[in-house]
């Protein structure tokens, strides 16, 4: 301590300076500002890596003149200023802020305002939060105010402190370069944030986010600039107030990257939780690992909601902010649990992808409703829908309370076709028929390959593969196998030698995928760089497929509508075989939403979409490429039990409206209140609201009475516990009764030889009605059953004597219901499966597509977990719980239990969790802690950017559960608020 004063100390070098400058008492105040200026011209000659540079600061709007600079004893500064604590130079760091933050840009009028200390800011992390900003720090200094710091808390006194508290402190191994990057980026969110609060012009580094996230999205997406129309939306005044919006552009034309863009904004600069509903489980996984590396670098949480995956009410952090990436099911779950904790204002921010799905079945309903509830109780939570395909968009601004954005750009020109018989036509409005001829086919058809081939698909695909990619959509799962199939027969032998080793390569994998099977066609058609994709095929088939084809090792896909709605692979070519979906004429929607996969931006000049038509459809099919989108209608009426009585009972279950009059004026803020003129004119939406609230009563999940008369309308409406727990499992209010009397019934004489029993009590109801039995399958799976296992067909209503006569083709006399006698086959099908953990044997036992196999699958994992919550809320079911969260989690995840671990990582799916196993990484903290380069080597088919991807999603999601253990320490020993007073 005694070398802090001697007289060749540091301090008394500093003290000396300071006196030299400040020993003038007319100095003026630009002359005081510069004082710890002259201080770091030292650094940046020697610490150039471990500071903010002339370059970052110019970003910022921060520049030294020469002038500015005035040498004071270079060569004992630089000395000095080498071996500085970190703590130190951010303390120079601070006072160089505050002499150049009020300089303006060369040759511009445009002033920065001050901050203060990123040291601070590292210590205090809370600074970022809106109540502890102020108490934390300044962030605005006059001139005046500048001088009085600097004449009351001189330099010496602040390296004094410093310098004692470094003394005394432990030693971190942490490098400056680290210690200064984060504090440059903490520095830059904190700007940003005091930015977009203000309505600036002046935005910020990067669209008011740190200069980091542009260079994250170079390193991670190759982006280096943002479309012209990307610009143009986030610098829309509408986004700077906060006001909500829906953009819409074709597809492919970059709407995701400005949902990101905006979501960063939230979570890093105003600090609060963000939700982005997706609409399918696929997606939310390829979301979550393509984000996760954002929230490693920027320090968010991303947390999956999807199928059985979630925790209700999320974890309250302290310091990280999360991103919710939810299915439109989860998402509605989630706004539950945050509705009935009164944490909804912790969510800043809704994006919602594809908006158009609100028009669509009772997923559009849940979306809806949940949508409805957010705007209904939290007025700071903004709302972001975007999609390609939207029609009404006035109705859904009228609900959504939005701005309209809208831009035809596309970054790849799309060529529509129609081929009618041998001729070829482009659409064109401007002609009578909308057609115009523009014949291209160079291809010689023998007389028998046009017998095989009267539609000349082979034709169609040999103009563009193997150079160049195709999709050919079709109508049935059985025509896209027959499809690749006859292509591959026809094609020149030619086509095998094209990547011949990666082709066998994936041919290997998909068989080690299926121990050992593969299916026939496709070892017939992968050789030719073709193969099928459809929802027969199981998830890591499906995904094997999808990465051959990106790599371009496959060049052609024959695949069904799904395709066109999931994960994003785009071709130069689309050919839509027919304009049906199985045997229904093709909808607007999803006819542009499967030419929208034509055309790949950065590879392709244009994209080409050809429609195939049978002259009996051509009427139809000019109106379809001309017609206007379908327009977006409320589902809450036509989806009765999963729309307006399960919005009604939710309402009154969560306390957001609990009077007929409240409830009213709830609806009257729906999509469904917006529309309400397309309404019967026999009911009235009043009338429809009373109906169901009656009827929810008369099932026992409300108590209370609605009558007609106005005086009665405020008598206070509650929920009961079966509709408590109907609410908290997300159950269907057509099956919430039948659930509860077979849990009731089941405490009877529940079965635990097995988990046949319980297995039976979380088959999903909804797949019942279309499972039709294999009769002598179903017998001789029961036979194999132990007498306890027997037992429990006796038990849930499906006698032996049944299963026998149906197998023997006798007359039935005593009535069995048709709907248990269903469940309890597919409950065989997933105890088979938990016992053999193979996808292939058991669809093989059953005679079912094993693609079928593995929805029922993920079907019943999701509803074991719904099942789940719905006994967490009625205590009679407490003997329940232990079982079905232990089963819940053998179905998400079929495997040994040694698999579950990497499985648990977004995007890890069985084949790739037993390569890595086999490789050494058997825990998440190797996977978190591998090194990319490494693990590409060792695992067979994994491209370098999926390997970061995993790595990325790894140290995710050990993060999340390292934080959520740091957030139980917290909770355990924070002290009670009502400990008793000491008398």
Known sequence: MESFYGKDSLLAQMDDAEHKYLQDENMDVTAAKDIPGNLQ??????KQNNIITSETEEEHGFQMNEKDHVDICPESSESVFDELPSSQLLYFEKMDELSSGSRMYAGTDRRVECTSSSSDKVRSPSFLCPDAEHENRTTDFSSDSKCDLLKTESLK?????????????QTLQVSKTKQLKEAVLIEEIFVASKTIESSSVDIGP?????????DLLRQFRGIETLYEWQHDCLTLESLQQRKNLIYSLPTSGGKTLVAEIIILQELLCRQKDVLMILPYVAIVQEKIKALSSFGIELGFLVEEYAGSKGRFPPIKRRIKKSLYIATIEKGHALVNSLIETERIGDLGLVVVDELHMLGEGSRGATLEITLAKILYTSKNTQIIGMSATLNNVGDLQKFLQAEYYTNNFRPVELKEYVKIRDTIYAVDSKTENGFTFSHFLNFKYSSNLEKADPDHIIALVTEVIPKYSCLIFCPTKKNCENVASMVCKYLNKEFRVFREKEKQDLIKNLKSIGNGSICPVLKQTIPFGVAYHHSGLTNDE???????????VLCLIACTVTLAAGVNLPARRVILRAPYVASDFLKKNQYKQMIGRAGRAGIDSAGESILIVQEKDKRLVQDLVHSPLENCYSNLLLELTKGMQSLLLSLVGLKIAVTYEEVNNFMRNTLLGVQQQLLSKDKSLSEIIKDGLESLIEKGLLKGRISEKDHNSKCTITVTPLGKATIKGSIDLAYCNLLYRELKKGLEGLVLESNLHVLYLATPYDLTSNCSP??????RQFSQLSAAEQKVADIVGVPESFITKKASGQAIRKKVDSAVVNRLYLSFVLYTLLKEMNVWSVSEKFNMSRGYVQNLLSSAASFASCVLHFCEELEEFWVYKALLAELAKQLTYCVKTELIP????????EARAKQ?????????A?????????????IEHLPRRQAKQIISSAKMLLSEKAEALQEEVEELLKVPTDIPANY
């Open 542 to 552: 499906r995904k094997s497929i999808e990465e051959a084809y990106s790599a371009g």
């Open 206 to 214: 990067f669209y008011g986010l740190p200069s980091k996230v542009k």
């Open 902 to 909: 990497l499985m648990e990582v977004a995007g890890v799916l």
């Open 774 to 779: 294999d009769w002598m399958i179903y017998l």
């Open 916 to 924: 890595l196993y086999n490789a050494g990484y058997r825990t998440l």
């Open 157 to 169: 006194d602040h390296l004094k402190s410093a310098m004692t508290g470094n003394a005394k402190a």
């Open 41 to 46: 011209p030292g650094i940046h000659q020697k």
């Open 926 to 938: 190797h996977l978190a802690n591998a090194d990319p380069e490494t693990l590409v080597k060792m």
